[in-house]
């Protein structure tokens, strides 16, 4: 407990003449009477005493005299508990997309009402800083005790980009409030999204938001899916509309539309389109959707990513022939950079590839260095693989149509000549599977990712098929070195948690305690000068009351005697 005027106790003395007045007796008068016959006779035989002090008559009223006293004797001194003194709140503000979502008002709108409303309510000596979080990660007012100045800061706050950065806005915090004195962290946020790390200051939180039906994008990305000009545009969606409905979804380059397409949206889940079109020349390519009804947030029913052409990808083939169907392919593919040797050819020390092919035997020495390497069909031992024996005309039972390799390409039906029926280890997966074992697997050989297929794309009709230029873009988008990501490569698209506004059931990483608003509440001087006008109040009308009720009983006795 601390005393903000301990002087202010001092004023405990005027319970001496409070006490003195209440105890002290009235001096008596005399009189001249007739006779003292009467008067000794109720008096009785009780000498008379010379004190000037009695018991007080009225006990209650010299009570609640005195509990007015102290409650004003400690308003004024300004009582206050420990944890009231001068200290220091780091606001972190969640400004992420998910806070535009509206109820009656923006959850941003509302968070802003609700750190103003409680830096409104702080002490003299309090200081404010004010960090952000969303579309920047930003300490925007440093520990300041010009509250002016950190409303103003929030007022031009809008809402925008992801949670992504909330684990770094709240470390910040946890910087500032140790470096400051006796604070907190607190996190003014929906939580839908929010990552919330271990930190040594406590975590306050002012929630704010309410679930509400919504529906948005949460996963686009574009990529050439083949030689042939197509590129391959993948959108994921998700619902919480409560009920089935239609929407469309408009892909656009630059802001020009492409296609439009018709898209059922579940009441409560998830939808992924992979749409193959020609895209003209561009730099951003977006996908929105629209006539969605009870959509709480707008911001996430479009996205668009940054278009680029992909990496080059240096290609060394070892076939026989310079013509086979694999090079005619790999020539015909915009980003590649080929080079085809026979299984003698010599090759420089110095040679780097992204992607090794190999439709026969190299012989002419070890492989050069690559991180990608597809062997197909050549000798399972050269590449570190184990064969069960051989197989003719083999039925495809199943095949990984999710692995990258696969993509837009059906094995269903596929007429292989001849194969060899692999034994995976544990160390690698199958990819194609038959009744009488693997035909294809993925693994490591010699420090690179390795994919085997145990027959030669020449001994199936793969060749004669669409799925062959298919299986060969793949492989260029397996090998290709990752693009430099740009800052404003993703636009609008938010994490499946974030556009489906459903906050984590409890705060995770903080402290136990959490206050709907932990600034302000009224200080504690002014609950004590309330309760001694009470007191007063009371002593002044108890006096009253008793004398009213006095009244009424003689009258109700005189009208029950007359």
């Known amino acids: 407990m601390t005393l903000a005027t301990p002087f202010a106790l001092a004023a405990f003395v005027l319970a001496i003449p409070l006490v003195a007045a209440y105890l002290h ?31 007080p008559r009225h006990l209650v009223s010299l009570v609640l005299v005195l509990l007015a006293l102290v409650g004003l004797v400690l308003a004024l001194a300004d009582l206050r508990d420990g944890e009231d003194r001068p200290r220091d709140f780091v606001v972190v503000l969640d400004t992420s997309a998910s806070m535009a979502a509206r109820d009656d008002d923006t959850r941003l709108q509302q968070a802003k009402d609700a750190v103003v409303d409680a830096i409104a309510a702080l002490r003299p000596g309090d200081r404010v800083a004010l960090v952000t979080t969303g579309a920047q990660t930003l300490v925007r007012v440093g520990l300041t005790e010009d509250h002016d100045r950190v409303r103003e800061m929030i007022g031009g706050l809008e809402a925008g980009g992801t949670s992504q950065a909330a684990p ?21 946020s929906d939580l839908v999204g929010v990552d919330v790390p271990t930190t040594q200051c406590p975590i306050e939180h002012i929630s704010v938001g309410r679930d509400g039906p919504n529906a948005g994008v949460v996963a686009l990305s574009v990529r050439e899916a083949d030689a042939l000009g197509l590129s391959e545009i993948h959108v994921g969606l998700t619902s919480t509309l409560g009920r089935v409905q239609e929407v469309e979804l408009t892909l656009d380059v630059d802001g020009a539309v492409v296609d439009v397409l ?7 889940g998830d939808v992924e389109k992979l749409h193959r079109v020609p895209l003209p020349p561009g730099e951003r390519v977006g996908a929105a959707i629209t006539h969605v009804k009870q959509d709480a947030l707008a911001l996430d029913d479009a996205a668009s990513v940054a278009r680029h052409g992909g990496s ?40 780097r590839f992204d992607l090794i092919v190999l439709e026969a035997d190299y012989q002419a020495g070890p492989l050069p260095f690559s991180p990608k390497l597809v062997a197909l069909g050549v000798a399972p031992a050269r590449v570190g693989v184990s064969v ?32 060899n029926v692999l034994a995976p280890t544990d160390e690698q997966t199958s990819l194609v599977d038959t009744e009488q074992g693997s035909l294809a697997l993925t693994g490591r050989f010699d420090g690179r990712d390795m ?24 492989l260029v988008e397996w090998a290709a070195p990752p693009a430099p ?44 000068a309330l309760a001694a006008l009470a007191a007063l109040l009371l002593e002044w009308l108890l006096p009253a009351f008793v004398a009213a009720i006095a009244r009424l009983r003689v009258r109700t006795r005189a009208k029950g005697e007359s």
């Not at 770094?168 to 003014?188: E, F, H, K, P, T």
């Not at 076939?319 to 593919?333: G, P, V, Y």
């Not at 020449?458 to 062959?468: K, S």
Request: hydrophobic share 45%; proline share 8%; net charge positive.
């Open 168 to 188: 770094a806005a709240l470390r910040i915090a946890d910087a500032i409030c140790r470096a400051g004195r006796d604070g907190s962290i607190v996190l003014v």
């Open 485 to 528: 990501e740009r800052d404003d490569a993703r636009q609008g698209v938010l994490s499946r948690a974030e556009s489906r506004l459903l906050p984590p059931p409890r705060l995770p990483g903080g402290s136990a305690r959490f206050a709907g608003h932990v600034l302000g509440g009224a200080p504690p001087w002014s609950y004590l």
């Open 388 to 419: 069960r024996g051989t197989v003719k005309t083999p039925e495809i039972l199943r095949w990984s149509f999710d692995h990258p390799l696969f993509r837009f390409v059906d094995l269903q039906g596929l007429e292989v000549i001849e194969a």
């Open 312 to 351: 080059r990808v240096s290609v060394l083939l070892v076939a026989q022939t310079r013509l086979s169907f694999t090079a005619e392919a790999l020539r015909l593919h915009p980003r590649v950079d080929l080079r085809v040797i026979g299984p003698q050819d010599a090759l420089a020390p110095s040679d």
């Open 25 to 55: 007796r009235r001096r008596r008068v005399e009189r001249r009477v007739p006779s003292l016959l009467l008067l000794r006779v109720i008096a009785g035989t009780s000498r008379p005493t010379r004190r000037a002090w009695s018991r």
């Open 262 to 268: 018709s898209l059922d949206l579940p009441a409560d």
């Open 451 to 474: 994919i085997y297929v145990g027959f030669a794309p020449t001994a199936t009709d793969l060749v004669l098929r669409v799925g062959f230029v298919n299986l060969i873009a793949n």
